[in-house]
């Protein structure tokens, strides 16, 4: 247990160096081409830490990460890549508005969130489930599976919002608006930008799957298939039940992105609101290496870069939006370079 | 001038040393035995000397020359070739094009006729005898796979071959062939070095041995002047016994009708290895041989016995602890009271990049007694891994590191360790020595006889006949999916059953 919890201390230094470099280097360039480092560095800061609202901006495009990340990552131990946390999210959060739709009498705010969540969770998890029973039944590919299911989900989705709980008075694609009581209030300190207590129930969320992957026997079964899918099968491990589970799961996560965007921010589902937030996540789990608390700091610099970006571009004269993608290109490449570290000591041990 | 000599060479992981101070020479045109325990650190050397492994200290020398192995691309360069334990071949490619990969003739253009043409030569000088350029290398057998990787290092013009435990999955026939090949290799004026524990190969194949212990080198002996005990001494530093010469209980004869496990007319079709009206009982309190040339069925059965419900288009009857069993699921068996050692210890029974702790889980990952409503209790697990490593002496004991830290035997033994773990009244174990050092087997064969004498019933498949004789109560020998005779012990003998393993009468 000490070994473990070492090595994944020791992994997360060697992310923060690497986000250190791969920054240093983005800085590198910003001087070349005539901006200063320096004044990068303060609007990045500004950006993402500058005010309440920024961090709450920020912590706002950290929280869909977290739940695409930990898409991506709770499949992946069971070794099944899931490509489909688009398709995942866009189902959950439209079913969150549906919630809304029939709930409308709904007064207890209490009753009125759970109801939207259990159906987010629900509808991203039977989307999920899908390519996990195909799979187990007829072995087809889960990447391909899940891909083509992100087309059918946008199709299906864009479907309903046009020809069944459409919102008559909006000329927008979007469904009719959220009653109040499905509203989640946003901490007062944020100015505005809409993130509250949801981001807390989010870490719960990351740790208690965390906690349940490492002591379950469910979890234990997922991981062995994961890393030796013959030792599993021949010791009793139904390949079948792993992975459905592990994508039902995956698959309901990734729709409480519903909770963040529908109940949280626009309080109803518009037709391609989700800013790839399915497929950002795949990063998000491979910085994070496909551990599942790996995934909030992951997610978290993702939020960060998110939101720094766009700053760049407005509030210096140099970097332009290309080139501040360029920046958030290097410190991911730096934090997922683990081997780098390895290779740097050997040349220093030599040179000794 | 030696064609390879070690002169002082170390190499170590952490404070750990895997060679300390090692020196040996081997001289050209001959074969030469590198033999010891597993985790010695022959595999070690041998990567040494190959370019994987950075050494510590020493010098490695090429024809008297001093080199600096920094890559296998490198060793190439200089001559030496290795044929991995577990080969490394592409198996949906050509033969061809694996021997040709990362030495492609022809500029731009890739000239596969040219290198086909020097190929044909190559088999032709070594008399290897080699058609098969264009089969797919999967759909070959292993023995033929094993020539391709050597056909590959004459293609690259090695001097100096490697051959770690090359016969570790061969069948005797492939064995028997393997050993001709390298002899007229020899004759060609090749240097080859043997890795191996098995010690008969190694006296009646090589011209000289070394022997390695615990990373240090015990001696060099010519092969002529020295013998099976002396050499065992050497490895395992103290006298061997090679025969189980334990005590074997004697039980009253067991009555029919209690057998625990019963399979009558079992057909399953459709697999590689079919099986045609299997039956057979295990009876408390014995241990029953399967005997066979690989691939007469054997494996299937130990799947499906192992595993029904992998097997829907099986027919027959499966009976085990009272209750029919076709179908059934690995779990079930285990709760019934069945235990399994799988074939393939790296395929089928571990998780390499996992603890020994969580190696220890797999099977037992529902076992009341560390499960309990779904959740495991590591803690409860812990102490039964230190016990295990204990009593079975695997090392280096840590309960922390991955499986992969485990050199073979040792692999082999936290397997069995764990298969017996739960206490089962049924074994079912397939090959428990193979790849697995002296030391290691006499504690192995033990522990198989300690549950027989138990009163346990023990299914042992296995491919040597002298540990099915040792050890076995009776032996049924399969022939093209069938139970071809059954042997009772006082009819033991080698011929008889060699007989009807070939297809003969008994």
């Known amino acids: ?352 | 001038m030696s064609a390879l000599e070690f002169r002082g060479v170390s190499k170590c992981f952490g404070s750990f040393f895997a060679n300390r101070d090692l020196s040996f020479s081997v001289e050209p045109g001959t074969i030469h035995g590198l033999i010891g325990e597993n985790g010695a650190g022959k595999s070690t050397a041998m990567k040494a000397l190959f370019g994987i492994y950075p050494i510590d200290g020493g010098t490695i020398l090429i024809q008297g020359k001093p080199v600096r192995n920094k890559s296998p691309v490198q060793a190439m360069r200089l001559g030496i070739g290795m044929v991995h334990q577990h080969f490394m071949l592409a198996g949906p490619e050509t033969v061809l094009d694996n021997i040709i990969l990362g030495h492609e003739p022809g500029f731009l253009r890739l000239d596969r006729e040219r290198a086909l043409e020097e190929l044909k030569k190559i088999s032709e000088t070594y008399g290897l005898h080699f058609q098969k350029w264009h089969a797919r290398v999967d759909e070959l057998s292993v023995g033929e796979q094993q020539r391709v990787e050597i056909l590959k290092l004459l293609y690259q013009r090695s001097a100096i071959l490697i051959l770690d435990e090359p016969t570790a999955v061969l069948t005797p026939q492939e064995v028997t062939e393997l050993f001709e090949n390298l002899k007229r290799l020899k004759a060609e004026g090749k240097t080859i070095i043997l890795i191996s524990h098995k010690l008969k190969e190694v006296l009646t194949h090589t011209d000289s041995v070394t022997v390695l212990r615990r990373g240090e080198c015990v001696g060099t002996r010519v092969t002529a002047e020295t013998n099976e005990d002396e050499l065992a001494q050497m490895m395992v530093g103290r006298p061997v016994s090679f025969t189980y010469e334990g005590e074997r209980k004697v039980f009253a004869k067991a009555d029919e009708s209690r057998a625990v496990l019963r399979v009558e007319r079992l057909t399953i079709e459709g697999v590689s290895e079919p099986l045609r009206k299997v039956g057979f009982d295990l009876r408390p309190a014995e241990i029953l041989g399967v005997a066979g040339v690989q691939g007469n069925g054997q494996t299937t059965l130990l799947r499906f016995l192992s595993n029904p419900s992998r097997y829907r288009s099986a027919d027959g009857e499966y009976r085990f602890a009272g209750a029919n069993r076709m179908g059934s699921n690995p779990l079930a068996l285990r709760r019934a009271g069945m235990a399994l050692v799988p074939e393939d210890r790296l395929s089928e029974g571990l998780l390499l990049e996992q603890d020994l702790v969580e190696n220890y889980l797999l099977g037992q990952h529902e076992d009341p007694r560390f499960v309990r409503n779904g959740m495991i209790d590591r803690s409860k697990l812990r102490p039964r891994v230190e016990a295990a490593i204990r009593d079975f002496d695997i090392r280096p004991p840590y309960t922390n590191i991955w499986a992969s830290r485990l050199s073979g035997g040792n692999q082999q033994k936290l397997v069995i360790a764990r298969a017996l773990d739960s206490n089962p009244n049924t074994l079912l174990i397939a090959h428990p020595t193979r790849g697995v050092d002296v030391g290691a087997i006499e504690r192995i064969h033990e522990a198989i006889m300690k549950e027989r004498n138990a009163g346990k019933s023990i299914l042992l498949f296995s491919s040597e006949l002298d540990e099915l004789m040792d050890l076995s109560d009776r032996i049924l020998v399969f022939y093209n999916g069938a139970v071809a005779a059954e042997f009772s012990r006082r009819e033991f003998d080698p011929w008889a059953i060699g007989r009807v393993m070939g297809g003969g009468a008994k």
């Open chain 1, 1 to 352: 247990m000490k070994s473990t919890w070492y090595a994944s201390f020791r992994s997360f230094l060697r992310a923060v160096a690497g986000a250190a470099l791969g920054l240093s280097l983005g800085l590198l360039i910003c001087k070349l081409v005539g901006e200063s480092p320096l004044k990068v560095l303060h609007v990045l800061y500004q950006s993402s830490f500058g005010s309440g609202y920024d961090f709450g901006m920020t912590l706002f495009y950290t929280a869909p990460l977290i739940l695409t990340g930990l898409a991506v990552a709770i499949p992946l131990k069971g070794g099944l890549f899931n490509i489909g946390a688009e398709g995942q999210l866009t189902v959950g959060a439209l079913a969150a508005a549906w919630a809304g739709v029939i709930g409308a009498s709904i007064q207890s705010p209490v009753i009125a969130v759970v109801f939207a969540t259990s159906s987010a969770f629900l509808a991203g998890g039977l989307w999920g489930l899908l390519p996990g029973f195909l799979k187990a039944r007829q072995g087809s590919h889960e990447v391909i599976t899940t891909i083509m299911l992100n087309f059918i989900a946008a199709g299906v989705t864009a479907y309903f919002t046009l020809y069944s709980i459409k919102d008559p008075v909006s000329a927008q694609a979007e469904t009719i608006p959220l009653p109040e009581a499905f509203h989640l209030k946003p901490f007062a300190a944020f100015n505005g930008a809409p993130m509250g207590g949801l981001i807390f129930f989010l870490i719960l969320l990351a740790v208690g799957i965390h906690y349940a992957l490492w002591k379950s026997s469910w979890g234990y079964s997922l991981k062995a298939l994961g890393e030796n899918e013959t030792a599993a099968e021949t010791y009793g491990i139904s390949r079948g039940r792993s992975w459905m589970s592990s994508m039902f799961l995956a698959g309901g996560v990734a729709g409480l992105v519903g909770l963040v965007e529908v109940l949280g921010n626009s309080h109803r589902f518009k037709i391609g609101f989700s800013a790839d937030y399915g497929f950002v996540g795949i990063a998000v789990a491979l910085v994070a290496r496909g551990n599942i608390l790996g995934v909030l700091p992951s997610a978290f610099l993702f939020g960060i870069l998110q939101k720094g970006s766009a700053s760049l571009d407005l509030e210096t004269d140099k970097i332009t939006r290309d080139l501040s993608y360029l920046i958030q290109g290097l410190i991911i490449l730096g934090v997922s370079a683990e081997d780098l570290w390895g290779w740097i000591w050997q040349l220093v041990r030599r040179k000794k």
